[in-house]
């Protein structure tokens, strides 16, 4: 079991950067690929980043490549996204997920435990 708690969301200006953060509770997290899923207001639940247990591996969606960053520290049980150069269209309800695996996980249907989420408005 796994439980997590998103955190560092807020109201930023276009341009501006935030850093997410999802602290987990649980003896898996060592050994569980991390994901950062993002829902727009009025549409589905989408996969932003991903990272591997080691941290060795990470995936990103091509709205966000280069201008976010998903990192973790296992020490601290934690995974982070960092946000910069934030658009309009980042606007969305972010949620960490975790699974036990040791390769990246993009699939939004292979994750097993959900955050319950963290605003982020990104207004123009």
Not at 93 to 104: D, N
Request: charged share 20%; net charge neutral; with cysteine.
């Amino acid at each position: 079991q796994v439980l997590l708690v998103e955190s560092g969301g807020g109201l930023v200006q276009a341009g501006g950067s935030l850093r997410l953060s999802c602290a987990a509770s649980g003896r898996t997290f060592g050994r569980s690929a991390m994901g950062w899923f993002r829902q727009p207001p009025g549409k589905e639940r989408e996969f932003v980043a991903a990272i591997s247990w080691s941290g060795r591996g990470t995936y990103y969606a091509d709205s966000v490549k280069g201008r976010f960053t998903i990192s973790r520290d296992n020490a601290m049980d934690t995974v982070y996204l960092q946000m910069n150069s934030l658009k309009p269209e980042d606007t969305a309800l972010y949620y960490c997920a975790a699974v036990e695996s040791r390769t990246v996980v993009t699939d939004i249907g292979g994750y097993d435990y959900w955050g319950q989420g963290t605003q982020v408005t990104v207004s123009s």
